[in-house]
């Protein structure tokens, strides 16, 4: 059973400062997804890494996959209060098919004045 | 405007009355999934549509059906609903799989009583 483990799943931060979300899984997979969701909101997707060594940017937002290491990474930069929200990654569950995604528990993230 | 529409937003409702909830999107996408999402447990997939007529299970299938008539909707139906269906259902949608940008519907609060 594929387990996806993301840390920390709380995390407060005080805006210009910098931090990494991790995202662990415990399969072979080489397709991974971040999604960020507002408070009430619905869910955004903001990287598709469909790759090992895959890095995707926007913003001050970066994120990477090694499927070597089972690991993704989404690094905030210069934290600002808008990046408020819970991030979500997600594996490609499926054996390569794209039709079954296994998301973890997400990470809430506050930025502070 | 390209949306994935999920209707109702709120349903309260009693055990073993059935129900159906709704998904509809414009943008002529083969792939559309279901999730439901917990606190603390993330989103786990119910079901996914690969195209018309041609669905699957996911994680969590137990207690839901689906079909997939037309292109566009792909409806999540509940035939005897019981307190733990309790939950926040969204309905997504890409162009052929998970592996492209999912459009995530504005999701269904589940209420069983």
């Known amino acids: 059973e594929l387990k996806v483990e993301q840390n920390p799943l709380f995390l407060s931060m005080q805006e210009g400062k910098n931090y990494t979300i991790y995202c662990n899984y415990s399969?072979?997979?080489?397709?991974l997804y971040w999604y960020r969701q507002d408070p009430g909101k619905s869910l955004e997707s903001l990287f598709v890494?469909?790759?090992?060594?895959a890095v995707k940017q926007e913003g001050r937002l970066m994120a990477s996959l090694d499927t070597k290491a089972r690991l993704s990474t989404l690094h905030i930069t210069a934290a600002v209060h808008d990046l408020s929200a819970t991030y979500f990654c997600?594996?490609?569950?499926?054996?390569?098919?794209?039709?079954?995604?296994?998301f973890g528990k997400g990470t809430l993230l506050t930025v502070n004045p | 405007e390209a949306q994935v529409t999920q209707n109702p937003r709120y349903l309260i409702t009693v055990t073993g009355k059935k129900l159906t909830v709704t998904c509809s999107q414009n943008?002529?996408?083969?792939?559309m999934s279901w999730y439901r999402q917990d606190p603390g447990l993330g989103l786990r997939q119910i079901y996914y549509?690969?195209?018309?007529?041609?669905?699957d299970k996911g994680d969590v299938p137990e207690g839901y059906k689906v079909s997939r008539k037309e292109k566009r909707n792909f409806p999540l139906i509940l035939e005897s609903p019981s307190p733990n269906q309790t939950s926040l259902y969204f309905c997504?949608?890409?162009?052929?799989?998970?592996?492209?940008?999912?459009?995530f519907g504005s999701g269904t609060q589940l209420s069983v009583l």
């Open positions: 997504a949608s890409s162009l052929q799989g998970a592996n492209e940008k999912l459009f």
């Open positions: 399969t072979t997979s080489d397709r």
């Open positions: 890494l469909l790759s090992n060594g």
């Open positions: 997600a594996v490609d569950n499926s054996g390569g098919s794209n039709y079954k995604l296994t």
């Open positions: 943008m002529n996408h083969e792939y």
């Open positions: 549509s690969m195209n018309v007529e041609v669905t």
